[in-house]
């Protein structure tokens, strides 16, 4: 078992930025982002393994960051430039290696004005 708990989010203008952590109780292979707007299923954001290797969706790619730190079990997303479309409950997310169970955290709400 992991847990995992988010921080960050709230409400922003257009163009503006937020900043989101999600904090893993222990170590695990994939952290990522996923977010899920009303009405739409849940996307991927960005995920991010152990060893560094990062996915990022088209839709954010050049204005959202992810980072992750290792020793301190933590990712965070750096969001810039955002939209209204932006707007979702994003969750984080840990996978570890083979047969494993998906693993998400509560959500925390991004919302975006115009």
């Known amino acids: 078992q992991v847990q995992l708990v988010e921080s960050g989010g709230g409400l922003a203008q257009a163009g503006g930025s937020l900043r989101l952590s999600c904090q893993a109780s222990r170590m695990i292979y994939i952290l990522g982002w996923y977010r899920q707007a009303p009405g739409k299923q849940r996307e991927l954001v960005a995920r991010v393994t152990s060893g560094g290797t990062t996915n990022i969706a088209d839709s954010v790619e050049g204005r959202f960051t992810v980072s992750r730190h290792n020793g301190k079990n933590t990712l965070e997303l750096e969001m810039n430039s955002l939209k209204p479309e932006d707007t979702a409950v994003y969750y984080c997310?840990?996978?570890?290696?083979?047969?494993?169970?998906?693993?998400w955290g509560q959500g925390t709400q991004v919302t975006v004005s115009s």
């Open positions: 997310y840990g996978r570890d290696w083979g047969n494993s169970p998906n693993y």
